[in-house]
Every structure is written in structure tokens, then in C-alpha cells.
């Protein structure tokens, strides 16, 4: 029997076995999605990682 997921973002019922969208249910939910990464609303947690130009700029700041 074919496993039924709900699509993470519309919760719409799909069955995952030979889904081209896969987690998603259709193209369009697949690429709301990615435009939400783009757009920085979904952020992976962690510690913020500099380049050393800001890190150089930043302590210019704090010296002042």
C-alpha cells in the first residue's frame, strides 16, 4: 500500500511513491517554498558566520 504524507506546506495529502515534487504536492507549493528560503523567512540555527572583512568592519565599529 502506498505511503500517504501531508505536503509540508499546504498539509494537502499525498502519496510519496513516484511523487516528482516529493516532499511537496505539486510544483507550485514546491516553489513557494524555495522562494521562502531565498527570501531568508526559513533560517537553519547555528552560530552567525562572518567573513573577515565585516569581522574587521565590526571591530572598527566597537573601538570607537
Same mark, same amino acid.
Not at 15 to 35: A, H, M, Q, T, V
Given at each position: 500500500?502506498?505511503?500517504?504524507? !501531508?505536503?509540508? /506546506?499546504? !498539509? =494537502?495529502?499525498?502519496?510519496?511513491?513516484?511523487? $516528482?515534487? /516529493? $516532499?511537496?504536492?505539486? %510544483?507550485?507549493?514546491?516553489?513557494?517554498?524555495?522562494?521562502?528560503?531565498? %527570501? +531568508? !523567512?526559513? /533560517?537553519?540555527?547555528? +552560530?552567525?558566520?562572518?567573513? +573577515?572583512?565585516? =569581522?574587521?568592519? %565590526?571591530?572598527?565599529?566597537?573601538?570607537?
Amino acid at each position: 500500500m502506498p505511503e500517504n504524507v !501531508k505536503c509540508p /506546506r499546504c !498539509k =494537502q495529502l499525498i502519496i510519496w511513491e513516484n511523487n $516528482p515534487y /516529493r $516532499p511537496f504536492c505539486s %510544483e507550485k507549493c514546491k516553489l513557494i517554498d524555495l522562494g521562502k528560503w531565498a %527570501e +531568508e !523567512k526559513y /533560517r537553519v540555527p547555528g +552560530e552567525k558566520v562572518t567573513n +573577515e572583512k565585516n =569581522q574587521k568592519d %565590526e571591530e572598527e565599529e566597537n573601538s570607537n
